[in-house]
């Protein structure tokens, strides 16, 4: 079974500048997560879907960062424009319902110069 | 918000021997998470704590819930070199908001 999947693995970008992730989830997961892992701390969530209704959002800013999950499977997740604070690891993770052991992608890891 | 702490938050060990990994938490939840960590990959799941009382074990590690405590503990035995990673709990709240630990960063060296 395929697991999760996120591109690209890295990015840099400079300041202000957009940039977008990518996450397919593992088939038949309806329940979707974005983190944001810092160096040395754990995972803290960002948005989380049911399908392709994003039912938490509330850690999400609104701001710069939004998210989409189209048809209840792939999901995006784009920053614009991108601050030298959002240099993190983004990771994805899914889980067949919302209470489930969540899969965790590889991540992204994103710096900002 | 939920706090989720844990301790400690590095430990280095010689294996061979024993040690707990301390996970507590702020708010009522009867629903605990083990994941561990490489350096540099994704997160793993370990174990699964559904209700109080509960306790799973697999290989070396150990977990067990105590939902009246707000703990959990993960127990290492007879620690290896392989076990070597950082190791975070979470905790799902009202409203299935998870809440991921500090996280323990454990050395286990010859």
């Known amino acids: 079974e395929a697991g999760v999947v996120q591109s690209p693995r890295y990015k840099i970008i400079e300041k202000k500048q957009p940039v977008a992730f990518w996450c397919n989830p593992i088939s038949g997961h309806n329940t979707l997560y974005w983190y944001l892992q810092n160096l040395g701390q754990g995972p803290e969530l960002l948005i989380r879907y049911e399908n392709e209704e994003a039912v938490d959002d509330s850690q999400l800013p609104k701001d710069r960062f939004s998210a989409e999950r189209l048809k209840g499977v792939d999901s995006t997740l784009k920053i614009q424009p991108a601050e030298l604070g959002d240099s993190a690891v983004y990771l994805c993770a899914s889980s067949p319902g919302s209470l489930d052991t969540q899969y965790f992608g590889p991540g992204t890891r994103l710096t900002v110069l | ?110």
Not at chain 2, 22 to 41: E, F, I, V
Not at chain 2, 93 to 102: D, H, I, K, W
């Open chain 2, 1 to 110: 918000e939920l706090k989720v702490e844990q301790n400690p938050l590095f430990l280095s060990m010689q294996e061979g021997k024993n040690y707990t990994i301390y996970c507590n938490y702020s708010t009522t939840s009867d629903r605990l998470y083990w994941y561990r960590q490489d350096p540099g990959k994704s997160l793993e799941s370990l174990f699964v704590l559904l209700s109080n009382g509960a306790v799973k074990q697999e290989g070396r590690l150990m977990a067990s819930l105590d939902t009246k405590a707000r703990l959990s503990t993960l127990h290492i035995t007879a620690a290896v070199h392989d076990l070597s990673a950082t190791y975070f709990c979470a905790v799902v709240s009202t409203g299935n908001q998870f809440y991921f630990g500090t996280g323990t960063s454990l050395t286990v060296i010859p």
